[in-house]
């Protein structure tokens, strides 16, 4: 878009209406500021976008087809074609439900002719600055670093240390411990080592421990024979067999019981596996790599974690940082698993709102990557439109933000100061004078103002007179 690279002084603008009228208005207070050409038909509309799209079109809805519904089309046609455009809506219908599907198709702004062309000068400048800061914030988020890597998404600091040290790892047969909270992505982690290093094409064999439970978990990482116990009816290779040549991923390892980490420990010290119920040990060539949310150190010390399968799996520990701490990954992360999310379920690309990420890069994400991922995915499915608006979030996000807060102090159309501080003023003197039961004294000592003042206010507002 030429938004991005051309001088904000002179932004291209396309006005299509067949009214004669507001050409007079338009060579006043557009034309000294823009490159402003008028059009007359949709077709010459298409003609021009096609080829070179605009940064802003104000479109008239009442010349597009015979049906209301018609210019709502046009406008997502436009939105489609040029994402990054400025689109306006001028109509002479008051339909509220009009201006409903206005904004459900994703328009800028939407004015009721007869329109007052110096408060269109406002609005117009206001929202080229706004999509030109948009782009440029994108733009500035592509050239910062790394914006993935392998399906890892995150352009921060902590994150770019995280990919410098899976590339430092990936070559090597090196036991690695990746260590994070619930959600960070620990897995994905480990994915990547293992495609960037000489066992991508080999087996990656992935387990929970924590999903398993503790009579299953030993035949499933050991295998067993036929006999063994009474369902193994046929012998079974367990999932360490099953790495042979390439790589275990144990997630979850600090669940594993005592004996099971024994068992463990001596599997890596000989690199060798007998199955359960089995007389002889099998060598296995594997990669080691092992996951956890827990304080490993913490259940060394209590005893629940054997000290020296910790030193054998923590050679190489690599840390994930939580969401809270990946400044600037938020919006990159929503922006991924929203276009993912709109593909994977056939829904036309949705946008945020900018109030929206704001409000998402606030929080804390407790639930990490996951939590936000499960999020965008929700939002995709349940959301209307083409717009996730602010009152879409759940109301924990909206609580906790200081954006929604003042989203709300302060709605997008606007209060009129004075009247707010009046209503302010009004609501304080009858409370105080509630609480004093009538008393002006009282309520001015509440208040801590001086009886004079008080006297004054009461009579301004018509408060407490008798």
């Not at 997502?76 to 198709?105: F, H, Q």
């Not at 002719?113 to 706004?130: G, M, N, S, T």
């Not at 490993?296 to 050679?315: A, P, Q, T």
């Amino acid at each position: 878009m030429r938004a991005a690279v051309s001088s904000p002084s002179r932004y291209s603008v396309v006005f299509v209406t067949t009214d004669e009228l507001v050409r007079p208005a338009i060579d006043t207070y557009l034309a000294p500021g823009y490159d402003v050409v008028m059009l007359e038909t949709w077709d010459k509309l298409m003609g021009m976008v096609k080829k070179q799209p605009p940064d802003a079109i104000f479109l008239d809805l009442d010349i597009i087809g015979e049906r209301s519904d018609d210019g709502i089309a046009a406008l997502a046609e436009l939105r489609s074609l040029g994402p990054d455009m400025v689109l306006i809506a001028v109509t002479r219908s008051s339909s509220l439900k009009l201006r409903l599907k206005a904004v459900n198709a994703a328009v800028d702004e939407y004015f009721i002719a007869p329109i007052d062309f110096q408060e269109i000068q406002i609005v117009l400048a206001r929202a080229l600055e706004k999509r030109a800061l948009e782009i440029e914030c994108r733009r500035q988020a592509g050239s910062s670093g790394e914006q993935s890597f392998c399906e890892l998404i995150g352009a921060s600091e902590p994150m770019l240390r995280v990919y410098e040290a899976i590339r430092r790892v990936a070559n090597s047969n090196t036991t690695v411990l990746i260590r994070g909270e619930s959600g960070t992505g620990k897995e994905l982690v480990a994915r990547a080592i293992v495609s960037m290093g000489p066992r991508a094409e080999k087996p990656f064999v992935s387990i929970n421990c924590a999903a398993l439970p503790e009579n299953l978990i030993e035949s499933e990482l050991f295998g067993h024979e036929k006999g063994a116990f009474t369902d193994a009816r046929t012998a079974r290779a367990g999932h360490i067999e099953l790495a042979h040549t390439g790589t275990l991923f144990l997630d979850e390892i600090a669940t594993l019981s005592l004996a099971l980490q024994s068992k463990l420990l001596r599997v890596l010290e000989y690199r060798s596996v007998t199955r359960l119920g089995g007389q002889t040990a099998k060598k296995i060539d594997f990669r080691l790599i092992a996951a956890t949310n827990e304080d490993l150190e913490e259940l060394v010390h209590s005893g629940r974690f054997r000290e020296d399968l910790y030193y054998r799996i923590n050679v190489v520990p690599i840390s994930l940082p939580p969401l809270r701490e990946r400044t600037g990954d938020v919006a990159l992360l929503a922006d991924y698993f929203l276009r993912q999310y709109c593909a994977a379920n056939n829904v036309p690309l949705k946008r945020f709102e900018p109030d929206v990420v704001e409000i998402l890069e606030e929080d804390s994400w407790p639930g990490n990557v996951r939590e936000l991922e499960n999020l965008i995915q929700r939002l995709v499915l349940m959301v209307d439109g083409p717009v996730i608006k602010a009152h879409h979030l759940p109301q924990r996000l909206l609580y906790n933000s200081a954006a929604s807060h003042e989203a709300m102090l302060i709605p997008e159309e606007g209060v009129n100061f004075d009247e707010e501080i009046a209503r302010i003023e009004s609501a304080y003197l009858t409370a105080a004078l509630r609480r004093s039961q009538g008393s002006k004294i009282g309520a001015a000592r509440l208040l801590h103002i001086d009886k004079q003042r008080m006297q004054y206010l009461c009579r301004k507002y018509n408060v407490g007179q008798a």
